[in-house]
């Protein structure tokens, strides 16, 4: 009878250490993106994915695009850049980090003139830029 009772007393201890993975990490301080005003020109919209690298204190020390259109991935890496992530429990700590450029014909300003973007931060790890339709060259 003990044997039974003491492997399921040793399950429920181990059980919650068993479904847990490596916390998320927040952000501490994060810049907002901008939709860049090439891409918008050029109609080029998607999805791009970063690998963020954290150092002890929460520093971003490197980031490197693994998916996306490049001149989306650019902007993406040079705004991660300026982000600052509560400390670690280790370190380096890496994170991936999604941002989806979109346009968004429901915002104000659709007259080829005023860029209107719109950004959505759902926090830990994925960013959405919207913007109204892509700028128009009037020359």
Not at 85 to 91: D, N
Not at 116 to 131: E, K, R
Request: glycine share 4%; charged share 15%; with cysteine.
């Amino acid at each position: 009878m003990r044997v039974p009772a003491l492997l399921c007393l040793v399950f429920c201890c181990a059980a919650p250490c068993l479904g847990q993975s490596q916390q998320l990490l927040y952000p501490r301080h994060i810049e907002t993106p901008h939709f860049p005003p090439a891409a918008r020109a050029a109609n080029v919209t998607g999805t791009v994915s970063l690998i963020v690298t954290i150092d002890a204190d929460g520093h971003v020390t490197k980031v490197k695009a693994t998916t996306g259109p490049k001149m989306l991935q650019a902007a993406a890496s040079e705004n991660l850049q300026h982000w600052t992530f509560a400390r670690p429990q280790t370190a380096p700590y890496e994170e991936t980090i999604t941002y989806d450029y979109k346009f968004d014909d429901s915002l104000p300003g659709n007259d080829g003139y005023t860029p209107i973007t719109n950004v959505n931060f759902d926090l830990p790890d994925h960013v959405t830029i919207l913007a109204n339709e892509r700028l128009i060259d009037h020359t």
